[in-house]
């Protein structure tokens, strides 16, 4: 089916009555193109965008072989705009496969809301939330409980990094709210506490003045690079590893490990300065010789990040 043009955005009244039209189709954003047909629209569409992602391509670097890190200069000056803005409308030969049924692109905590059940007063929630005297409300928990009273159409979030309040009114405008934060430099709208890496994933657990502590887990046969400080001490503990058998070793700190097994620790850098540029990375030659085979012994310094 060819499709003729795109209308971005509709307003409620625009938008039902081109509901009732026929012909007048959801764009669901799924795209389905040759990388060649990609590439030559957007060098003809969007030429900077096009130029911007190979230089940062080209200039990019990596420790670790399944990670991807584009040159950050390079990016940055890359335009933002939406791929269907750039691109598919402008594109002369699109064509659509329909499809019927329920569909909802979850782009709102709204959207979100609407994929659990509520109970008699309209209240829906994820994880440990009470509702008391309290209506229409949704409220999402990774941990702590959350606890509701005389509260009435709001969401209420909350993750490890922080806690989010709005009326179900205004949740549309939190990309407008997590623009400001991170133009104000706001930690939580720039770093998330818990990250994943190729290797497994960490969790800064806490961080003051002079210190951060992070707690560490390293999945099967993860490696890290090998790296040390200018301008930090860092201790590591290591309490647990799971072998291929799934039985738990327990160890205390400055232990050999192998990579072969599953584990869990703790890191805690004492400085001044806790910052990434700070860190001196040995690549390639003596982290293939520790990791090039994953049975051997590794001391606890080169195991954990």
Not at 137 to 155: H, S
Not at 233 to 242: C, D, G, L, P, Q
């Amino acid at each position: 089916m060819q499709v003729r043009r795109f209308i971005e955005k509709p307003d409620y009244k625009k938008a039902s009555q081109l509901f009732k039209k026929q012909g007048m189709y959801g764009n669901s954003g799924n795209f389905i193109a040759k990388p060649s047909v990609l590439l030559a629209a957007c060098s003809k569409f969007v030429p900077k965008v096009l130029e911007s992602v190979e230089h940062a391509f080209v200039g990019f670097s990596s420790s670790e072989e399944v990670r991807l890190k584009l040159n950050e200069k390079n990016f940055k000056e890359c335009p933002n705009i939406s791929f269907d803005y750039a691109v598919m409308e402008r594109y002369h030969s699109v064509r659509m496969l329909p499809l019927n049924s329920q569909w909802s692109d979850v782009g709102s905590w709204n959207a979100f809301a609407e994929l659990f059940p509520e109970d008699v007063d309209g209240n829906r929630k994820v994880g440990k939330a009470h509702f008391f005297r309290s209506k229409n409300n949704f409220a999402y928990t990774t941990g702590r409980p959350i606890v509701t009273l005389g509260l009435k159409d709001t969401v209420v979030v909350e993750t490890p990094d922080v806690v989010y309040v709005a009326k179900k009114s205004y949740t549309e405008e939190l990309k407008e709210a997590v623009k400001k934060l991170e133009k104000d430099n706001v930690n939580q709208a720039l770093n998330h506490r818990q990250v994943n890496r190729p290797w497994g994933v960490f969790d800064s657990i806490e961080k003051g003045e002079r210190f951060q502590v992070k707690k560490i887990t390293v999945k099967c046969g993860g490696r890290l690079s090998l790296q040390r400080h200018k301008k930090r001490a860092e201790h590591s503990s290591i309490f647990n590893i799971v072998d291929n058998d799934g039985e738990l070793h327990k160890y205390l700190s400055n232990c050999n490990v192998k990579t072969s097994r599953r584990g869990k620790g703790c890191r805690i850098s004492l400085a001044s300065y806790n910052s990434y540029d700070e860190i001196e990375k040995f690549l390639n030659l003596l982290d293939n010789f520790y990791h090039s085979t994953l049975n051997i012994d590794t001391p606890e310094s080169e195991l954990l990040p």
